[in-house]
């Protein structure tokens, strides 16, 4: 069983900064590319940052410049640094990974960025 588990939710004024956490656990024989996706209330779910597994990333273009994706890959962790953050990056933000050759998603944090 593979579990996601993310960490670092949470509530920032506008101009602030979170680091989201995402450690994958369980009988693990390959993790491929990891990402962070986001779901705002009635939108749909949409990628915000992935990075492959020799690190080549790619950046949906609402948050070049302000998120920075990076992955431990010893620590089987993948993480999303969040900077100057706007009230429209409030959402669930949700980690996923192929692992073992399947796609696996965490639970998801929530991100709320309001003065």
């Known amino acids: 069983q593979v579990q996601l588990v993310e960490s670092g939710g949470g509530l920032v004024q506008p101009g602030g900064s979170l680091r989201l956490s995402c450690a994958v656990s369980?009988?693990?024989?390959?993790?491929?590319?990891m990402g962070w996706y986001r779901q705002a209330p009635g939108k749909q779910r949409e990628l915000v940052a992935s990075i492959t597994k020799s690190s080549a990333t790619n950046y949906a273009d609402g948050v070049k410049g302000r998120f920075a994706i990076s992955r431990d890959n010893a620590k089987k962790m993948v993480y999303l640094q969040m900077n100057s953050l706007k009230p429209e990056d409030t959402a669930i933000y949700y980690c996923?990974?192929?692992?073992?050759?399947?796609?696996?998603w965490g639970q998801g944090t929530q991100v709320t960025v309001s003065s």
């Open positions: 996923n990974a192929e692992v073992n050759w399947r796609n696996s």
């Open positions: 369980g009988t693990i024989l390959s993790i491929n590319t």
